[in-house]
T-cell receptor, first 113, second 114 residues
Framework: DGGITQSPKYLFRKEGQNVTLSCEQN?????MYWYRQDPGQGLRLIYY???????QKGDIAEGYSVSREKKESFPLTVTSAQKNPTAFYLC????????????FGPGTRLTVL | AQKVTQAQTEISVVEKEDVTLDCVYE???????LFWYKQPPSGELVFLIR??????QNEISGRYSWNFQKSTSSFNFTITASQVVDSAVYFC???????????FGKGTMLLVSP
């Protein structure tokens, strides 16, 4: 089945550690996105990529990094510089960034202990 | 600048009631798209509808209907005869040609009780 997978579903890390969240899609989409969602909040864009080997900062990129070496993969690293990383992280993809609907993965809930 | 406002933070209804979720948007573009997504308790956002700015026809899909009015910059979503399975957070979103990504509203939590 076509879709987006994110792993792991739950992730715990100690303060000061970097952690990488996985996102894979087999929809053959060019564009991919990472969002952060906090309780009672909407979605805030962290990074997005319109095509392989290219990515752009979103509204809250500080403390995060990404790579896009393959079309189907867009991993997100939460670095120790991110002051408040505990949140729900959602990955999405779309055919292009030009007004197409985005399809979302199941999300990863990150908790910093 | 673009903005999406979902003024209703939380709505509670009893099963079989009709409910309307409001969405008001701001954009200077004449070409834009509007979206609705559903986020059930599992967390994954589910795409419901996309509407472009040149098509003001209302849309009906089963118990769901959408009312797009450019005159009031609104794209409201109505669920007819609500069911417990409709309980979720619903997000409205906007894309216009000046941006590469969607702008989401803060969402409306709908609680449908039996």
């Amino acid at each position: 089945d076509g879709g987006i997978t994110q792993s792991p579903k739950y992730l715990f890390r100690k303060e000061g550690q970097n952690v990488t969240l996985s996102c894979e899609q087999n929809l053959n989409h060019d564009a991919m996105y990472w969002y952060r969602q906090d309780p009672g909040q909407g979605l805030r864009l962290i990074y997005y990529s319109q095509i392989v080997n290219d990515f752009q900062k979103g509204d809250i990129a500080e403390g995060y990094s990404v790579s896009r070496e393959k079309k189907e993969s867009f991993p997100l690293t939460v670095t120790s510089a991110q002051k408040n990383p505990t949140a729900f992280y959602l990955c999405a993809s779309s055919r292009t960034t030009a007004g197409n609907e985005q399809f979302f993965g199941p999300g990863t809930r990150l908790t910093v202990l | 600048a673009q903005k999406v406002t979902q003024a209703q933070t939380e709505i509670s209804v009893v099963e079989k009631e009709d409910v309307t979720l409001d969405c008001v948007y701001e954009t200077r573009d004449t070409t834009y798209y509007l979206f609705w997504y559903k986020q059930p308790p599992s967390g994954e956002l589910v795409f419901l509808i996309r509407r472009n700015s040149f098509d003001e026809q209302n849309e009906i899909s089963g118990r769901y209907s959408w009312n797009f009015q450019k005159s009031t910059s609104s794209f409201n979503f109505t669920i007819t005869a609500s069911q417990v399975v409709d309980s979720a957070v619903y997000f409205c979103a906007l894309w216009n040609s000046g941006y590469s990504t969607l702008t989401f509203g803060k969402g409306t939590m709908l609680l449908v009780s039996p």
